[in-house]
């Protein structure tokens, strides 16, 4: 049933001429690379008109950093986690993306952070929300998966466990960017509640999925959430099975786009879960969930997405995302618009 | 491949002697009857020789309690949603339950409560994480379902959401229960950290799962976490697709046992995907997700599921569990250990 919907919708949207291979960016292997990696750094409304060639440049030149710093280790034998980890790290400390050093600005005036991590050969994961000192959260994800019982911690209490893990905390004020202050400043005076970034301003999160070449599978996602939030809101990038996922049985997950939407559809749960009960192919599985499900309920966003066979799979229904990739023996891909 | 490997587990289940269904507890329908419901107060290692008579009838009397005010509502045709909260708040209500007046004390002596509900129809869902001082979580869970954009919110930020919509705030001192107290005391003198409730004293989360006369599904989950908690740990109820799911697609699941490990497998939604992308029946598809999916990580719990025919399924891989169930025409069955 499920395949036979999957191929219909893959039918029509090739006959209306909106190949969802070609809205986002597909690389299928026939033999399994050694390794494989791929990087995002949002989706939203990104268009050419409304990016410089010079700050084009930079996104470009800042994801083949994170890009690279990644494939370094997968190449070099390292664990898909430290690939994901090295590459969300370089994305985290720049103020180009809406994670770490250029996290939004919520309702308050502060800065509450989001990651998360997971490791598909045991499944094991961890994540953070709502952290406001913490200069690096997906390493502070990494460390409530590797060194305490827990999947998820927030707030202080999550920042009293990295005291005792011995993170540095820094001042609220190192994630104060003009950009974003001024973006917070536009909603307020819009009351238009809480922005979603990349709408207003066409940035977002942050992630990265691994295979490595003892094929294992690892996704990390990190974000700085939503212009103007309020009330404590948990967006999908802290929930495991939301925007993001890895199981070595089938992929690794990681999303962007309107949270609300990824936490209902299960987004990245459901890209895994419909190779694993369906069959299906990464592609076809990450159109569906994307174009169909999600889309159906009227969210907006994407996912980069590598499965164990090392294919790649990056579909948005949304004008941009900034995305790259990489296999093992392979050019580096880096694209923001659909092409 | 997921239905050989199903059908392989049934088969050798009944071979040792542990059928999965006579250790929880299913009821499935030739035809669809007018309405389905079912409630749990709780998984772990709950044995008679610890159950006196008189509180084994008081759990008994409390469970019928809240299933015949659910049942009561799916019998005029009032919808699964109101059905799932009616019961969820008598059971909040009740000390004898981890979940509301019942929440078990954290380490800093608090009570730390989370809530959330799924409308298979919409796929719409709220859910409150870390609240101290809302009475019936599951109240508050619903209204950001009904009148916020959001899905989740954490902490004060959840209060000052409640506040504004009218929710009475409680004394701390609401929470305060000798029994829960004492476990508190016992879990700082043995130093065992968190302390999983069910496993300390056999008793936890509490939730609902309908399915109303127009055909559509619904589940609720509430729970006071686990004693001892410590760094705002954060565990599967509050969670849309781990300790809570519904899909009119497919099914409605709410569970309850050791969350992280609920997280790690997305067992709430896994059962419905398994339902929707393998094509198994609810009770295959809920024994494969409790007993292997979870169960082969090492976690330990058991979930009430109803499927969009009426079709019930209560398995657990712990010692009992409190649960109830009801289908139109039939009588009531109320139990909690493995029989």
Redesign the interface.
């Known amino acids: 049933?499920?395949r036979s919907l999957t191929f219909a919708f893959v039918l029509c949207a090739g006959l209306l001429g909106v190949s969802p291979t070609l809205s986002g960016t597909a690389m299928a292997n026939d033999t399994r690379p050694d390794y494989a990696f791929a990087i995002h750094g949002g989706a939203g409304t990104i268009e050419r008109a409304y990016l410089t060639e010079k700050l084009e440049a930079e996104y470009r030149e800042k994801l083949l950093e994170a890009l690279t710093a990644g494939q370094t280790i997968l190449a070099d034998g390292g664990s898909g986690i430290d690939a994901v980890i090295a590459a969300i790290v370089i994305l985290e400390d720049s103020p180009l993306f809406n994670a770490g050093k250029g996290a939004v600005f919520t309702n308050a005036g502060k800065n509450e952070l989001d990651a998360s991590i997971?490791d598909g050969r045991t499944?094991?994961?961890g994540a953070v929300?709502?952290v406001t000192r913490i200069k690096n959260p997906i390493l502070l994800a990494r460390t409530v998966m590797d060194q305490?019982?827990?999947?998820?911690?927030?707030?202080?209490?999550?920042e009293?466990?990295a005291r005792r893990h011995g993170f540095r905390m820094v001042s609220s004020r190192y994630f104060y960017t003009e950009r974003r202050w001024l973006q917070l400043q536009y909603a307020l005076e819009q009351k238009t509640?809480?922005l979603q970034d990349h709408d207003a301003e066409k940035f977002g999160t942050v992630g990265a999925v691994a295979l490595d070449k003892a094929g294992n599978l690892a996704a990390g996602t990190s974000t700085g959430g939503r212009t103007n939030k309020?009330?404590?809101?948990?967006?999908d990038s802290p929930?495991?099975?939301?925007g993001n996922?890895a199981s070595n049985a089938s992929c690794a997950v990681s999303g962007t786009g309107h949270?609300?939407y990824f936490?209902?559809?299960?987004v990245a749960?459901?890209v895994c879960?419909?190779m694993?009960?369906?069959?299906v192919s990464l592609e076809d599985a990450a159109n569906t969930v994307v174009f169909k499900r999600m889309g159906d309920?009227g969210g907006t966003g994407g996912v980069i997405a590598v499965d164990k066979d090392g294919n790649i799979a990056m579909p948005f229904n949304t004008a941009g995302m900034y995305r790259a990739a990489v296999t093992a023996g392979g050019d580096p891909v880096i694209a923001i618009f659909q092409e």
Do not use: C, P, W
């Open positions: 049933m499920l997971m499944l094991n994961s929300a709502g305490s019982e827990h999947v998820m911690m927030q707030g202080k209490g999550a009293k466990f509640g809480a309020l009330y404590g809101r948990v967006g929930i495991i099975g939301a996922y949270g609300e936490i209902r559809a299960t749960r459901d879960a419909m694993e009960y369906a069959g309920l």
